[in-house]
């Protein structure tokens, strides 16, 4: 029996092909012992770099975990000024509206008495005039009295020395 060359071909193929289908059939990562005798784990290249870039992940992950961390009480602390800032304003404005009733009171009370002092001054111009009045009126009365007093004076003064004449005349 003659092997022909394709038929070593073949068959050279066939054993290359089962050796590599066999390879691949090798489950990674798996332990092994090495020379040393030391227990190693050995995987594939693409496992390694998921593994290396799932550790990177893992570290941007506890980075990002960390700034939320911060965020979230950055955003706590936030909110909590802004409170503090609304309860100290809704005090003041409730002063402020305190003090706006105030002055209205105060601003109703002034105008009542500002109408007072008007009344009152309205008074004191009547009693004013009233005793312009009667002071003209005495006045008159005072003048008629004096011309009285002049002309009765000078009716009197003649009349006794007229009195005093005749008597030094009839003696």
């Known amino acids: 029996m003659k092997v022909s060359k394709l038929a070593i071909f073949f068959l050279f193929i066939v054993t290359l092909f089962s050796s590599s289908v066999s ?11 090495d020379s ?3 227990k190693v784990v050995v995987m594939t290249i693409e496992q390694a770099m998921k593994l290396d870039n799932n550790s990177e992940l893992l570290t ?8 939320l961390g911060e965020y979230d009480s950055t955003c706590i602390k936030v909110i909590n000024d802004k409170e503090k800032v609304i ?3 809704t005090v003041e ?3 402020l509206k305190e003090s706006l009733n105030i002055k209205d009171e105060q601003i109703a009370s002034l105008q009542h008495r500002i109408a007072e002092y008007i009344v009152n001054i309205g008074i004191l111009q ?3 005039k009233n005793r312009e009045d ?11 009295l004096k011309t009285k007093m002049i002309f009765g004076g000078i009716g009197s ?3 006794i020395v007229g009195l005093i004449l005749g008597l030094i005349f009839i003696h």
């Open 36 to 38: 040393l005798g030391q």
């Open 93 to 95: 404005i409730s002063k």
């Open 60 to 67: 941007l992950f506890e980075k990002l975990n960390s700034q």
């Open 23 to 33: 390879a691949q059939t090798i489950d990674y990562p798996r332990y092994e012992v």
């Open 126 to 128: 009547d009693q004013v």
């Open 87 to 89: 309860s100290i304003q």
């Open 157 to 159: 003064g003649a009349a």
């Open 134 to 144: 009667v002071i003209s009126e005495k006045d008159k009365q005072i003048r008629g």
